[in-house]
């Protein structure tokens, strides 16, 4: 019987040299991807902006998995994509890629067998292709309109055979496209948040307009009103406070139960609410963010904020609204 001796146990040193070795050679695969590009990268966005349908992101195995997120964030910054597996494409999935789209083709060896029904599919009906490959003179290389060919760089894979700093190019590829479109388009926040409406993002891009109340819900009140016409609109509103509006229609104050508490000791129902209000409140405009809006009223230690437009009320925020809307 054979006796195998067991190897020792690598030390946490060992581990660290071997994560900062791959991180290195992916970092230094990322660098040259970014001094190779040359005028193609323009060609490539040239064929992709203008495209009226989607663009098709496709590839095998890792690179796959690549192009799914590339498909991912093209669409979320405004490119609509979608993945189409080429595996599939060939069983009748090449029914999802129109004349109207643009397809880009990952490939390490540029000769994924895969992948050739559906980039003959793009030249029978003249479809943008554009390769992402390592190898130029490949047969998807020279088969697209536009080949991004990565640099030679080692595999961060101590094998040399799984396929690590080629997809980690192949991905900063991808993002760099992303941001170029989104730049070349003027993709905004607003855009942004209408793409990302659920989650953490959606409520970090949230605006006052989105949660304000207004119309009817604003407890608003002229300078000249009594004091007993304000306490009853500041109690038929629920938000413990009534704005003040001069005769030009801008908010001038705003009146809160400290301001009423302040009166108490004189004849409080004999003043008009110019008299006893805060001048020159706090306010915020529609567009902020609510971020913006909960972090005011945290530092000034109160709970709503008037939303102005021109110096005239439109509507008012309570720091309940941002809580509500999961703003923090």
Avoid: W
């Amino acid at each position: 019987m054979t006796i195998r001796k067991q190897a020792a146990a690598p030390s946490n040193q060992d581990d660290l040299r071997s994560a900062r070795r791959a991180l290195a050679l992916e970092a230094d695969g990322i660098a040259r991807l970014a001094d190779a590009l040359d005028e193609r990268f323009g060609a490539a966005l040239d064929l992709i902006a203008p495209v009226t349908g989607r663009v098709v992101v496709t590839g095998m195995g890792k690179s796959g998995h690549i192009a799914r997120k590339i498909a991912s964030t093209l669409s979320s910054v405004g490119t609509p994509s979608l993945y189409v597996h080429p595996g599939e494409a060939s069983h009748g999935d090449l029914g999802m890629i129109t004349d109207r789209d643009a397809v880009i083709a990952l490939s390490n060896s540029g000769e994924t067998p895969e992948l050739s029904d559906l980039t003959a599919y793009t030249r029978r009906f003249s479809i943008p292709l554009i390769a992402i490959t390592s190898k130029a003179g490949s047969t998807l290389s020279d088969t697209a309109d536009v080949a991004l060919v990565l640099p030679a760089s080692p595999e961060a894979c101590p094998l040399g055979l799984a396929p690590m700093t080629s997809t980690t190019m192949m991905l900063a590829l991808g993002d760099a496209i992303a941001v170029a479109l989104l730049e070349r388009k003027g993709f905004t926040t607003d855009d942004f948040q209408v793409l990302h409406p659920g989650g953490k993002l959606g409520r970090m891009l949230l605006r006052v307009a989105d949660i304000m109340h207004d119309r009817e819900e604003l407890p608003l009140i002229g300078a000249e009103t009594g004091v007993s016409e304000a306490i009853l609109i500041m109690t038929a509103k629920h938000f413990g406070c009534v704005g003040v509006t001069g005769p030009d229609g801008r908010l001038i104050g705003i009146i809160t139960d400290g301001d009423l508490r302040r009166h108490m000791p004189g004849d409080l129902l004999a003043h008009k609410a110019a008299e006893i209000m805060t001048a020159a409140p706090r306010t915020i405009r529609p567009q902020a963010l609510a971020s913006e809006a909960l972090g005011l009223m945290n530092s000034s230690k109160i709970t709503n904020l008037f939303v102005v437009d021109g110096g005239a009320p439109v509507g008012i925020v309570h720091i309940h609204d941002c809580l509500r809307a999961g703003v923090a």
